[in-house]
T-cell receptor
Framework: AQSVAQPEDQVNVAEGNPLTVKCTYSVSGNPYLFWYVQYPNRGLQFLLKYITGDNLVKGSYGFEAEFNKSQTSFHLKKPSALVSDSALYFCAVRDTNAGKSTFGDGTTLTVKP | DAGVIQSPRHEVTEMGQEVTLRCKPISGHDYLFWYRQTMMRGLELLIYFNNNVPIDDSGMPEDRFSAKMPNASFSTLKIQPSEPRDSAVYFC??????????????FGEGSRLTVL
């Protein structure tokens, strides 16, 4: 079985400040982890993934995420938030042998000027 | 590549009518997924295909829903008869497990369905 938890429904940050969107996961085997972003009235867009190797992965739009195996976490981060980063963010996990990914409930990020 | 293409983008219909949503996945992708998104239930996986074969349809809400993938470049999701509670945004996504990909999903822009 695989599951994902995004403990915060909403994250608010000021423009220029660092941001973190939290994600924890549970899988029976080795995880593949993903972050997606959804802007209003659009489909989800792939941001970044962790497969293996370096625990810090970099993705689109200056986002990065840190894989922490002991804490089963994969938090999304950005050093300096932009107003245009405001969107709905989804974390997803897939066991390496699974056919489908399991998505979290999403976190709405609001960056204020 | 053109990305995942869905049609129609918007559909308004009356209760009891048949609705057909269409999806063209990214060429070369061997997985295709249908999702439904609502405010109340969030993002739900309805069904997914691998190499045109349905693998898991446990998310299909009831017999009124059916999905087909007659070939690698086309899939449909049909609702017959439609009900107001089917109102949602329906997403199609495709992915690949080869050529360097590891199953990240590429989503279409969605079909917004309103059943009156």
């Amino acid at each position: 079985a695989q599951s994902v938890a995004q403990p915060e429904d909403q994250v608010n940050v000021a423009e220029g400040n660092p941001l973190t969107v939290k994600c924890t996961y549970s899988v029976s085997g080795n995880p593949y982890l993903f972050w997606y972003v959804q802007y209003p009235n659009r489909g989800l867009q792939f941001l970044l993934k962790y497969i293996t190797g370096d625990n810090l992965v970099k993705g689109s739009y200056g986002f990065e995420a840190e894989f922490n195996k002991s804490q089963t976490s994969f938090h999304l981060k950005k050093p300096s938030a932009l107003v245009s980063d405001s969107a709905l963010y989804f974390c997803a996990v897939r066991d390496t042998n699974a056919g489908k990914s399991t998505f979290g409930d999403g976190t709405t990020l609001t960056v204020k000027p | 590549d053109a990305g995942v293409i869905q049609s129609p983008r918007h559909e308004v219909t009356e209760m009891g009518q048949e609705v057909t949503l269409r999806c063209k996945p990214i060429s070369g992708h061997d997985y295709l997924f249908w999702y439904r998104q609502t405010m109340m239930r969030g993002l739900e996986l309805l069904i997914y295909f691998n190499n045109n074969v349905p693998i898991d349809d446990s998310g299909m809400p009831e017999d009124r829903f059916s999905a087909k993938m007659p070939n690698a470049s086309f899939s449909t999701l049909k609702i017959q008869p439609s009900e107001p509670r089917d109102s949602a945004v329906y997403f199609c996504a495709s992915s690949s497990r080869d050529r360097g990909y590891t199953g990240e999903l590429f989503f279409g822009e969605g079909s917004r369905l309103t059943v009156l």
